[in-house]
């Protein structure tokens, strides 16, 4: 497709468990990003990956958190052992150029803990 | 530390006026200024940037403002129109997209 592909849309699951969020960005952009945006909140970085650099992950709250790219395609976002507060709409973004800030965005997976 | 700030959560504009969404922030560094809209359950789309060096930027029905002294941004759309009933995210750059810093929005209501 033409545009930032995210899976799952929604993802509701238990506290405890691990869960796995996938993005496909735009074929050609180098950099991709992550977001959460909780209820009420502004967006919030998570991590950045460039080409084969490595990756900027001072945005991840916690160990719980890791995230990998393979080349410059999918990425992976896995949230071991979820808690409540981990609910939030995950967002990836693609870029070509990362000084401009012109980020294209997915729709987003909203992810519920219980 | 919130470095981006929209004060205003929520703003409702009679079809065909202007709508004026602001935002102020904090470091002085920040290279360039932008503006995302958001649709229900899709993600931001960039809607109009500005580079600190310069004091405006117009897109057709979109004009961002700068104020650098006064640490204040502003987007200006006009004629309103209800299609552009969407939350607005103010955000900065500092270095390179991956210190992009976000408001936390402002919904605007277009009335028709």
């Known amino acids: 497709g033409a545009g930032v592909s995210q899976s799952p849309s929604n993802k509701v699951t238990e506290k405890g468990k691990d869960v796995e969020l996938r993005c496909d960005p735009i074929s050609g952009h180098t950099a991709l990003y992550w977001y959460r945006q909780r209820l009420g909140q502004g967006l919030e970085f998570l991590i950045y990956f460039q080409g084969n650099s490595a990756p900027d992950k001072s945005g991840l709250p916690s160990d719980r958190f890791s995230a990998e790219r393979t080349g410059e395609s999918v990425s992976t976002l896995t949230i071991q052992r979820t808690q409540q507060e981990d609910s939030a709409v995950y967002l990836c973004a693609s870029s070509f150029n990362r000084d401009t800030g012109e980020l294209f965005f997915g729709e987003g997976s909203r992810l519920t803990v219980l | 530390d919130q470095q981006v700030k929209q004060n205003s959560p929520s703003l409702s504009v009679q079809e065909g006026r202007i709508s004026i969404l602001n935002c102020d922030y904090t470091?002085?560094?920040?290279?360039?200024f932008l503006w995302y809209k958001k649709y229900p359950a899709e993600g931001p789309t960039f809607l109009i940037s500005i580079s600190s060096i310069k004091d405006k930027n117009e897109d057709g029905r979109f004009t961002v403002f700068l104020n650098k002294s006064a640490k204040h941004l502003s987007l200006h759309i006009v004629p309103s129109q209800p299609g552009d009933s969407a939350v607005y995210f103010c955000?900065?750059?500092?270095?390179?997209?991956?210190?992009?810093?976000f408001g936390t929005g402002t919904r605007l209501t277009v009335i028709p």
């Open positions: 470091n002085s560094m920040f290279d360039y």
């Open positions: 955000a900065a750059i500092l270095g390179g997209a991956n210190n992009l810093f």
